[in-house]
């Protein structure tokens, strides 16, 4: 069975910056290599979008709109563990922020194996 836990979350001012990790785990990850993985954010009484996702290589990235420039994806295969670094928060950055498997479909990403964690709690507020 396929495991996310995303941590790294927290409370930070805006103009500050956090940096989100997410370990995989299950024996489907056992190539773990082989998966795009990305990020998604639910904001208060809004749904879930797309921020982020990497190449299961790390060579290629993907930025919603919104954060490009200020937050970057990256990937260390050795330890199953994908991150995002956030800088130059916002208050419109606040949300619970989750890490998946990815696929594009249409231009569309989407949770590729509808495997979820508990997400990561990530509040910009001065």
């Known amino acids: 069975q396929v495991q996310l836990v995303e941590s790294g979350g927290g409370l930070v001012q805006p103009g500050g910056s956090l940096r989100l990790s997410c370990a995989a785990s299950g024996h489907t990850f056992s190539s773990y290599a082989m998966y795009a993985m990305g990020w998604f954010r639910q904001a208060p009484e809004k749904e879930r979008e797309f921020v982020s996702a990497?190449?299961?290589?790390?060579?290629?990235?993907y930025y919603v709109d919104s954060v490009k420039g200020r937050f970057t994806i990256s990937r260390d295969n050795a330890k199953n563990t994908v991150y995002l670094q956030m800088n130059s928060l916002k208050p419109e950055d606040t949300a619970v922020y989750y890490c998946?498997?990815?696929?594009?479909?249409?231009?569309?990403?989407?949770?590729?194996?509808?495997?979820w964690g508990q997400g990561t709690l990530v509040t910009v507020s001065s």
């Open positions: 998946a498997t990815v696929k594009v479909i249409d231009n569309r990403w989407y949770n590729s194996l509808d495997v």
């Open positions: 990497i190449s299961w290589s790390g060579s290629t990235t």
